[in-house]
């Protein structure tokens, strides 16, 4: 991944607690009165369920070694060996 892109979980718990910010101010306008902590832990928890809820993306990549043999990780940071010894 380069500097750009961003993580589909972490876009989607942005987005989840964005969401819930526009929902509650629109049940403002609506005169439906919420109490403060509720107004402010409902984006958060809105936002780690949508994000725990998003699967993460499965990277391929080739080992170094160039062994032709491939390891299947789902953190692109973290390389499963899957050969022998070198």
């Known amino acids: 991944m380069n500097a750009t892109t961003i993580h589909p ?3 989607a718990g942005a ?3 964005a969401v819930t910010i526009l929902a509650v101010y629109l049940l403002s306008l609506a005169h439906v009165t ?4 509720v107004t402010q832990a409902l984006p958060v928890i809105v936002g780690f369920v949508t994000a725990y809820l998003t699967p993460s993306p499965i990277t391929i990549s080739t080992q ?3 062994s032709g043999v491939n390891a ?3 953190n692109p ?3 499963t060996p899957t050969g022998g010894p070198p």
Request: glycine share 22%; no cysteine; proline share 5%.
């Open 15 to 17: 987005l989840g607690g």
């Open 34 to 37: 919420l109490p403060d902590e």
């Open 72 to 74: 299947v990780t789902t």
């Open 64 to 66: 170094a070694s160039g």
């Open 9 to 11: 979980k972490a876009g």
């Open 77 to 79: 940071t973290i390389q």
